[in-house]
């Protein structure tokens, strides 16, 4: 078993986030390359996932490092509003490229999906593939 310490602030070290204070265990061994893992890793851990509700469903998956309140106001504004009632945080601590990873995979994989309209990352991303087995990996853990 793989455990990943969850870390506050900036990483110098490719050590993989998951919450600040907070301990995931990866069940079994990733084999992703160095510069993926760094990719990763980059940046501060105060990214949040979320999943955006309207009347009760999950309809959009999405990602941000602002007050969710701000955020759904932001969601709901203009013409195009997407009419959400809340926003449901779904994982929070992540740098942005692990947000990025898990949002996408959601997408791909998930229900919450109805509004999203762009890929989070592309897959013609050169850490596509390896965003997509870390963000498998971290979901089907985080019990």
Same mark, same amino acid.
């Given at each position: 078993?793989?455990?990943?310490?969850?870390?506050?602030?900036?990483?110098?070290? +490719?050590?993989?986030?998951?919450?600040?204070?907070?301990?995931?265990?990866?069940?079994?061994?990733?084999?992703?390359?160095?510069? %993926?893992?760094?990719?990763?890793?980059?940046?501060?851990?105060?990214?949040?996932?979320?999943?955006?509700?309207?009347?009760?469903? /999950?309809?959009?998956?999405?990602?941000?490092?602002?007050?969710?309140?701000?955020?759904?106001?932001?969601?709901?504004?203009?013409?195009?509003?997407?009419?959400?009632?809340?926003?449901?945080?779904?994982?929070?601590?992540?740098?942005?490229?692990?947000?990025?990873?898990?949002?996408?995979?959601?997408? /791909?994989?998930?229900? %919450?999906?109805?509004?999203?309209?762009?890929?989070?990352?592309? +897959?013609?991303?050169?850490?596509?593939?390896? %965003?997509?087995?870390?963000? /498998? /990996?971290?979901?089907?853990?985080?019990?």
């Amino acid at each position: 078993m793989i455990i990943w310490r969850a870390g506050c602030g900036k990483s110098a070290s +490719p050590v993989l986030w998951g919450g600040c204070g907070a301990t995931y265990s990866f069940t079994r061994q990733l084999d992703l390359a160095d510069d %993926a893992l760094k990719w990763l890793n980059k940046g501060n851990a105060d990214n949040v996932v979320y999943y955006g509700m309207k009347n009760g469903e /999950e309809v959009y998956t999405g990602i941000t490092k602002q007050e969710l309140a701000k955020r759904l106001y932001q969601h709901n504004s203009g013409v195009n509003g997407k009419g959400l009632d809340t926003l449901n945080e779904i994982v929070n601590g992540l740098t942005r490229n692990q947000a990025r990873s898990i949002e996408q995979y959601l997408i /791909e994989n998930g229900s %919450a999906n109805a509004l999203n309209k762009i890929n989070s990352i592309s +897959p013609n991303h050169r850490f596509y593939d390896d %965003a997509m087995r870390w963000a /498998e /990996e971290f979901i089907n853990n985080l019990n």
